[in-house]
């Protein structure tokens, strides 16, 4: 499973870039917001730094808005994925953009049909939002093993790029379902490497090597 970071936050994207953690990132308005940026200066800083597809999000909700704007958004770096919404011009852009040989994450998915119109459409990623799901007391995680079903039934090649992602055991449960992506908020995914049981065994090992008054090297 590929590991996107679902922030627009520079320094993290650089950090967890380096540990080479990074196979992609997705940004939304919402993020591009909290980054205080523009979103082309931000994208573009994004771009430099990460090798994999970066998602840019449209704000128009027509298509040739849309088109427009996702013109302006894949002249930022060849690794812009245009991140449209899951609408009907939604589905009019992806189709378009991917005719003219652009990456599409088309998102805001919250039904497997929907993600079945995505795949139609020839979407490169598709984004349900697990966490939001969950939040209706309705099992986010359900829905991409819907999806992964559908698609493997039929050989779509659209990738599920599990989105909303709030805990470590949605990371967890997205990746044994068989997520071709999960788009990890940073704090979640350092969060990954942490277990009691670790810290515990450590503080053990350290302490017996203090007893011997031996060093390495
Ligand atoms: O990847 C989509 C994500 O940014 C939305 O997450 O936590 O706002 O539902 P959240």
């Known amino acids: 499973m590929k590991f996107f970071v679902d922030t627009a936050d520079i320094k993290e994207i650089k950090e ?3 540990l080479g953690l990074v196979d992609g990132v997705t940004t939304n308005p919402s993020l591009i917001m909290k980054s205080g940026g523009k979103i082309a200066d931000v994208t573009k800083q994004i771009c430099d730094i990460v090798e994999g597809p970066v ?16 013109k302006v958004l894949a002249k930022i770096a060849d690794n812009i994925a245009i991140k449209v919404p899951l609408t009907w011009d939604g589905l009019k852009a992806c189709r378009a953009l991917r005719s003219d040989g652009h990456m599409v994450n ?3 998915c919250f039904s497997a049909n929907q993600a ?13 939002f697990i966490g939001r799901i969950d939040d ?3 099992d986010g995680v ?4 819907e999806i992964r079903t559908i698609y493997d039934n ?3 090649k659209t990738e ?3 989105a909303s992602i709030r805990t470590v055991n949605h990371v967890k449960q997205v990746a044994m379902i068989g997520a071709d992506v999960a788009t990890v908020p940073p704090a979640t995914l350092k969060a990954l490497v942490k277990h009691p049981l670790t810290d515990k065994g450590l503080e053990q090992f350290l302490a017996d090597w203090a007893k011997t008054g031996q060093t390495i090297g």
């Not at 079945?116 to 349900?128: D, H, Q």
């Open 16 to 18: 967890l870039n380096d």
């Open 55 to 70: 998602s840019a999000e449209v704000t128009a909700t027509d298509y040739d808005g849309m088109m427009k704007q996702a």
């Open 106 to 108: 088309v998102t805001l």
């Open 116 to 128: 079945l119109l995505a795949a139609k459409a020839g979407a490169t990623f598709i984004s349900p």
């Open 136 to 138: 209706m007391g309705i």
């Open 142 to 145: 359900e829905l991409i093993s």
């Open 154 to 156: 039929y050989g779509f």
């Open 160 to 162: 599920i790029l599990a």
